[in-house]
C-alpha cells in the first residue's frame, strides 16, 4: 500500500525557516513526480510546488517562489521542503501529494505549520 | 499562469437533487483537469481524472463533463454523504491551480 508520512511542521516564527520531510513508501518513488499542496485554515486547496521523479525539474506557486525550495532524496524516498522567509499567510496545513493525471492520486495526512510570533 | 474560476462557491440541495459546479480555466487545458472531493479533517480525495473519467470506487452519481475552457462536476442524485467541498485542479501547465472549491450542503 501507498504511504506518505509528513513531519517537520510546528510553530516558527514570522521570517524563520522550517523543513517539512514526506516517507513514502510503497511505489517506486525514483520514478515519479511529487508534490506539495496546501491548505490555510478555513480555506481552499492551493498548489505550491512539484518536482520530477529524477529531481532535475523543479516548479513553485508564485507565492512561494524565491522562499521555498523543493527537493527529494531517492535512495532514501523522502521528499522535502525546505521553507525560509515564513510569513503569516504561509500558516497552513501541508500535504504531500502523489498524483498521476490518470492512475495515481494518494495523499499525507497532513502537517501543520503555524506561522506566528 | 491559468485560473481557474469555480462556482458557486456554496449551494444547499435537498437529498436527490441533481447538483452542477462548474471551473472555468482562463485558456484551454485540453481535458487535464482533476475534481476532488474534501470532508473536514480529511486529505483530498480524487473523483474525477481527465475531466470525465470517474475514479475506481467513486459512486456513479458523480460524472464530469467538458473540455478546453469550461468544465462541469455532475452530482445526479445528491445524498448526504456528499456533504463536503469540491475542487477542480488544472495540471495542464504550471503553476498547477485549484478552483476556489464548492462547499455543498444538504438541506
Known amino acids: 500500500d501507498v504511504q506518505l508520512l509528513e513531519s517537520g511542521g510546528g510553530l516558527i516564527q514570522p521570517g524563520g525557516s522550517l523543513r517539512l520531510s514526506c516517507a513514502a513508501s510503497g511505489f517506486t518513488f525514483r520514478s515519479y513526480e511529487m508534490t506539495w499542496v496546501r491548505q490555510a485554515p478555513g480555506k481552499g486547496l492551493e498548489w505550491v510546488s512539484s518536482?520530477?521523479?529524477?529531481?532535475?525539474?523543479?516548479y513553485y506557486a508564485d507565492s512561494v517562489k524565491g522562499r521555498f525550495i523543493i527537493s527529494r532524496d531517492n535512495p532514501n524516498n523522502t521528499l522535502y521542503l525546505h521553507m525560509s522567509s515564513l510569513r503569516a499567510e504561509d500558516t497552513a496545513i501541508y500535504y504531500c501529494?502523489?498524483?498521476?493525471?490518470?492512475?495515481?492520486?494518494?495523499w499525507g495526512q497532513g502537517a501543520l505549520v503555524t506561522v506566528s510570533s | 499562469d491559468i485560473q481557474m474560476t469555480q462556482f458557486p462557491s456554496s449551494l444547499s440541495a435537498s437529498v436527490g437533487d441533481r447538483v452542477t459546479i462548474t471551473c472555468r480555466a482562463s485558456?484551454?487545458?485540453?481535458?487535464?483537469l482533476l475534481w476532488y472531493q474534501q470532508k473536514p479533517g480529511k486529505a483530498p480525495k480524487r473523483l474525477i481524472h481527465?475531466?470525465?473519467s470517474l475514479e475506481s470506487g467513486v459512486p456513479s452519481r458523480f460524472s464530469g463533463s467538458g473540455s478546453g475552457t469550461e468544465f462541469t462536476l455532475t452530482i445526479s442524485s445528491l445524498q448526504p454523504e456528499d456533504s463536503a467541498t469540491y475542487y477542480c485542479?488544472?495540471?495542464?501547465?504550471?503553476?498547477?491551480?485549484f478552483g476556489q472549491g464548492t462547499k455543498v450542503e444538504i438541506k
Open positions: 485542479l488544472q495540471h495542464s501547465s504550471y503553476p498547477q491551480t
Open positions: 518536482i520530477s521523479g529524477s529531481g532535475g525539474a523543479t
Open positions: 485558456q484551454g487545458i485540453r481535458i487535464d
Open positions: 501529494a502523489f498524483i498521476t493525471p490518470f492512475y495515481f492520486d494518494f
Open positions: 481527465a475531466a470525465t
